[in-house]
């Protein structure tokens, strides 16, 4: 089944250190990969995509991803934690559906920055 | 602001009662869609229009409808709810059917007693 996962349900990181939170995926063809950041009570917000082309992906507030097709990872990253960063993170995927794509998601990894 | 409005922000309702969602998508878009977001579900993809017409299905419910309108707001429609239908319901919207970006709103909580 073509899918995306977050191995982690929680991960925890010192303010100022940096962050790692994991993806992986299994999608037949060439996946379109996301990741979306939600606050508490808000909505989701699109931080970045990979689409083509550089395995490196920046995104919004310092966030970047790499694409690691031998891995079939989509790690999403950031060189130095600030405390409000922390919130709940997606990773997504576009998977085709008999021609008709909707966006797939994990199932959330949540990052608490400590002080 | 993702531009993507959703109304009401809060419902409360009772068991076998039916509720309205509405959407209205950013300024341009044509692609609207709907998902559940539930504690023990997670993000669920329920269901997509585009440009008034359904182009993909996810795990939506047959108690629960959604369409789109000629002035490209959507309505999401919830009938004989039970207790487990409570959770977060988003619409997003993209310009393109493809959704290589999708924006989404903050949500209309549903809370079925």
């Known amino acids: 089944a073509q899918s995306v996962a977050q191995p982690e349900d929680q991960v925890n990181v010192a303010e100022g250190n940096p962050l790692t939170v994991k993806c992986t995926y299994s999608v037949s063809g060439n996946p379109y990969l996301f990741w979306y950041v939600q606050y508490p009570n808000r909505g989701l917000q699109f931080l970045l995509k990979y689409i083509t082309g550089d395995n490196l992906v920046k995104g919004s507030y310092g966030f970047e991803a790499e694409f690691n097709k031998s891995q079939t990872s989509f790690h999403l990253k950031k060189p130095s934690a600030l405390v409000s960063d922390s919130a709940l993170y997606f990773c997504a995927v576009i998977i085709m559906d008999t021609g008709r794509r909707a966006l797939t998601f994990g199932s959330g990894t949540r990052l608490q920055v400590q002080p | 602001d993702s531009g993507v409005t959703q109304t009401p922000k809060h419902l409360i309702t009772a068991t076998g009662q039916r509720v309205t969602l509405r959407c209205s998508p950013r300024?341009?878009?044509?692609?609207v869609y709907w998902y559940q977001q539930s504690l023990d579900q997670g993000l669920q993809f329920l269901i997509q229009?585009?440009?008034?017409?359904?182009?993909a299905k996810g795990n939506i419910l047959e108690r629960f409808s959604a369409q789109q309108f000629p002035d490209l707001h959507s309505e999401l429609n919830l009938s004989s709810l039970e207790l487990g239908d409570s959770a977060l319901y988003f619409c997003a919207s993209s310009p393109t059917p493809s959704g290589n970006t999708i924006y989404f709103g903050e949500g209309s909580w549903l809370t079925v007693v």
């Open positions: 229009y585009y440009n008034g017409e359904e182009r």
């Open positions: 300024s341009g878009d044509l692609s």
